[in-house]
């Protein structure tokens, strides 16, 4: 049981990508804190969790905005709650619009990307981070997308700015506290199946990318949470500062 004992915050829970990374962290002991804006998902998602869980550890659910520092810092005292402690953060929340160009991009549009996809990771992380440099531990790990090691070609350039700023702030943070026994890391996950999918990308644009991608699939967001359940376990102890690239070979670095 990698996270027993373990308190582990989780943004964006309320779908995909973090959810299946919630159930796998709860699987591992971890007693989780989830958060997302949309509630009534959130506490669906968190009573699907419990329902195999012993009652000391049963996931909690909190409505919050992650632009909003107030209602971050209710979040982290929430958490602290729990056992007095803070272990993890997984920063998955984010969002989209659907893209109509460069020239096409309003500055409101801009801002409201950026502030979902990167901001609120600054906001996240510096609300953690005093817990985490008094216990002389945390880890952190940020959610990016394939699209800041290349481009989007479906959610935009205000999209691959963030995503590719979530790269630099993590490395700042990873050598900014790694003395303090914080470890900071990212994945760089591609387009996964779930309900967005068929939002952002139509049948043509899917078989296009499963014949560029050398694993010749799509994955399941079940396929990625692996990657970030590791990130935040002790068997990541002494890595920090990386971008785990999780999509199949479609790009290397």
Avoid at 44 to 57: G, H, T
Avoid at 79 to 97: E, Q, T
Avoid at 160 to 168: E, M, R
Wanted: with cysteine; hydrophobic share 40%; net charge neutral.
């Amino acid at each position: 049981m990698r996270f027993e004992n373990k308190t582990v915050i989780v943004t964006g829970a309320a779908r995909g990508l973090a959810a299946a990374a919630s159930r796998m962290l709860a699987q591992e002991g971890a007693s989780l804190v989830l958060a997302d804006l949309d509630i009534d998902r959130l506490k669906k998602v968190a009573a699907d969790i419990n329902a195999s869980l012993p009652e000391d550890q049963q996931s909690v659910a909190v409505k919050v905005d992650v632009t909003s520092p107030l209602m971050i810092d209710a979040l982290v005292k929430r958490a602290l709650d729990r056992n007095g402690r803070i272990d993890a953060i997984v920063n998955c929340a984010g969002g989209y619009h659907h893209y109509n160009g460069l020239i096409g991009t309003s500055e409101q549009e801009w801002n409201s990307i950026v502030d979902t996809n990167l901001k609120s990771i600054f906001l996240c992380c510096q609300a953690v981070l005093p817990t985490m440099v008094k216990q002389n531990y945390g880890r952190i790990v940020n959610v990016s997308s394939l699209a800041a090691r290349t481009y989007s070609y479906f959610l935009g350039s205000h999209y691959s700015a963030a995503k590719a700023g979530t790269l630099g702030l993590t490395r700042h943070i990873a050598h900014e506290y790694g003395p303090k026994g914080v470890t900071a890391n990212a994945i760089a996950p591609t387009a996964f199946r779930g309900e967005r999918l068929s939002e952002i990308m139509s049948p043509e644009q899917e078989r296009d990318l499963i014949s560029k991608t050398p694993l010749r699939r799509i994955p399941d967001a079940e396929d990625i949470a692996p990657a970030i359940v590791f990130l935040a376990s002790d068997e990541a102890r002494f890595i920090t500062g990386v971008t785990l690239d999780v999509n199949g070979g479609l790009v290397t670095h």
